[in-house]
C-alpha cells in the first residue's frame, strides 16, 4: 500500500502518515551557489550558501529565495550582503546539528563581496560532491561595493556537456 502511494505522491492516513518521502525525484533541479571574495580577490566557492547564516541548512535556502526571488527592493538586498559579510567577517559560528559551519576566509583576510548564482543541476550526470559541476549557471546577485568581483572571471564552473564522464556509443557499419 505505501508503495502504491508513493508512486502516485499521494498520502492516505494510515498508510502514508508523512508526506515527507512519497515523492518523486527529478532529474534536474535549481540551487544555489554561493562565491565569496576577499579584498585582495581570494575566493572561497562556488559553494552551497549553507554557511552564510546560523541556521539550520534548509532555512538557509528558504530564507534566501524570499530575499532574492520575491523581495525586488535592490536596497534591502543590498543591506542583507552586508551583514551577512559582516556577520562572517567578525562573528563565525561552529556547525553543529543541522547548522552548517560558517564559510571562512583565508587565513588573515575578510570577505568583501559575494555573489549568488542560479545553478541547474543533474542528479544523473552531476557530480554532488563537485558543487561547480552543474548544467547551467546564472548570477543573481552580486554585493561588490569595493568592485573586487568585477575584475574577476566568472566562476570555473564545470558544465555537464564540457566533461561528461560517460563514453559516447560507437557504431560501425558493416
Not at 559541476?133 to 552580486?142: D, G, K, N, T
Amino acid at each position: 500500500m505505501q508503495l502504491w502511494h508513493t508512486l502516485r505522491n499521494t498520502n492516505r492516513w494510515p498508510w502514508c502518515s508523512y508526506n515527507m518521502f512519497a515523492y518523486r525525484k527529478r532529474a534536474r533541479a535549481w540551487q544555489l551557489r554561493v562565491r565569496l571574495i576577499t579584498g585582495d580577490g581570494q575566493q572561497v566557492g562556488p559553494a552551497d550558501p549553507w554557511g552564510l547564516l546560523p541556521m539550520e541548512f534548509f532555512r538557509v535556502v528558504s530564507t534566501l529565495e524570499r530575499i532574492f526571488f520575491t523581495e525586488q527592493d535592490h536596497a534591502a538586498r543590498e543591506e542583507f550582503c552586508r551583514e551577512v559579510l559582516a556577520r562572517l567577517n567578525d562573528r563565525p559560528w561552529r556547525g553543529w546539528d543541522e547548522v552548517k559551519a560558517a564559510l571562512a576566509p583565508p587565513a588573515g583576510q575578510r570577505f568583501a563581496a559575494m555573489e549568488l548564482y542560479l545553478v541547474e543541476v543533474d542528479f544523473d550526470q552531476c557530480d554532488p560532491s563537485d558543487r561547480t559541476y552543474v548544467v547551467s549557471a546564472e548570477l543573481l546577485h552580486r554585493h561588490d561595493p569595493s568592485a573586487v568581483a568585477a575584475e574577476l572571471p566568472q566562476p570555473q564552473w564545470r558544465f555537464v556537456a564540457e566533461c561528461d564522464p560517460s563514453p559516447q556509443p560507437q557504431y560501425q557499419e558493416n
